[in-house]
């Protein structure tokens, strides 16, 4: 059982970390700095940007440390309750010696867990503090989600943020009625303006299964993982990894229902065949009970990835939920690392069964 983190109260201190990407610090996104700030102070919270936040896309990637010591000051301050992604990157591998070899860091991890959300390449931070036993959130971040461009944030994805404010008995995973499209324009020009929204026409569905299973959930960006298990990325990112334990072993993956999604650079279908296979190869799909689907940025390759999917489960007939709101299509949901969760394929429903939070 993961230790869980407190839920958030008004007043609560948010710390922004940007474990990945620098964008957040570069003057170009300052106007989406201010409208991230202003919807956090409106749900009663108080941003602190840690130390290095701000520092911009060329100083962190130079330091990957210093992306580490926001983490480490996050999370030695008690009057830090969350931790918000910043965005997510390609590189964010390069902060597990500072981090995993810092038992100040790992100590406090486990002492005091804090809610953290993320989603993309923070799928490498996931599976750090799964290792290290705290539940953290596969959900918004600031860039995408706090600084939405629109007038307010997307209702779906506030009302995922809002959960972090409350900690019922079970939570219902609802798909959303609407889906919207990635913007091509970030400029200031665009503030309060729509992004192109598509009313919802497929709901969850079932590719493959019929009545209830039960797990816990397990997962990332489908890009992230296969980066981990195929160093194609970078040349050091598989010996990292690997050295740090980072991708859960096969006894970790057993009876866990599985939660996978693709990036925004929206893999061709045979890129997808290739990351699947991969996961194959390490005996994941003989070990995990379900799979849950993240609806694809813009539904780019829909049915490709659908029957490629099909194609590579049939020997093991896992059940196979698609076209959730999670990852990196909008709006988004947040999935609780080690959540016990029920899918049932028969009424397409997804429930978390225990509380989020401590």
Not at 110 to 126: E, Y
Not at 244 to 254: G, I
């Amino acid at each position: 059982m993961l230790k869980k983190p407190q839920v958030l109260t008004p007043n609560s201190k948010i710390a922004i970390v940007s474990l990945s990407s620098g964008t957040l610090g570069e003057s170009f996104a300052t106007h989406q700095l201010q409208l991230g700030i202003k919807r956090l102070k409106e749900m009663q919270l108080q941003p602190v940007f840690m130390p290095n936040a701000l520092k911009g896309i060329q100083y962190l990637a130079d330091h990957p440390q210093a992306r580490a010591d926001d983490l480490k000051t996050a999370f030695a301050d008690p009057e830090i309750k969350g931790i918000v992604c910043a965005i997510g990157g390609d590189d964010t591998y390069r902060l597990l010696p500072y981090l995993l070899e810092d038992e100040t860091f790992v100590h406090n991890v486990h002492s005091h867990p804090k809610l953290f959300t993320g989603f993309s390449d923070t799928t490498i931070n996931h599976l750090m503090f799964y290792q290290l036993g705290m539940q953290s959130f596969y959900g918004p971040n600031f860039l995408n989600d706090l600084a939405e461009l629109d007038q307010e944030m997307l209702p779906y994805t506030k009302h995922t943020f809002m959960n972090y404010f409350r900690n019922e008995a079970t939570t219902s995973i609802t798909s959303s009625a609407i889906w919207y499209e990635e913007r091509e324009d970030f400029s200031s020009a665009a503030v309060g303006m729509h992004r192109k929204q598509h009313m919802e026409q497929k709901g969850y569905e079932v590719l493959r299964g019929s009545g209830q299973i039960t797990g816990r959930l397990l997962g990332g960006c489908l890009d992230s993982l296969y980066d981990i298990l195929s160093g194609t990325r970078y040349p050091d990112e598989k010996e990292v990894t690997e050295k740090y334990h980072l991708f859960p072993s096969l006894n970790e993956w057993q009876d866990k229902i599985m939660f996978i999604e693709t990036s925004e650079e929206k893999p061709n279908p045979e890129l997808y065949r290739k990351m699947l296979l991969a996961l194959d190869a390490e005996g994941i799909f003989s070990a995990i009970s379900a799979i849950l689907v993240g609806k694809p940025q813009a539904e780019a390759f829909y049915d490709e990835y659908k029957q490629i999917l099909l194609e590579i489960t049939d020997s093991y007939q896992l059940p196979i939920l698609t076209n959730v709101n999670f990852g990196h299509a909008y709006p988004r949901t947040a999935l609780p690392y080690g959540g016990e969760t029920q899918v049932d394929f028969d009424r397409k429903a997804i429930t978390l069964l225990e509380p989020m939070f401590a």
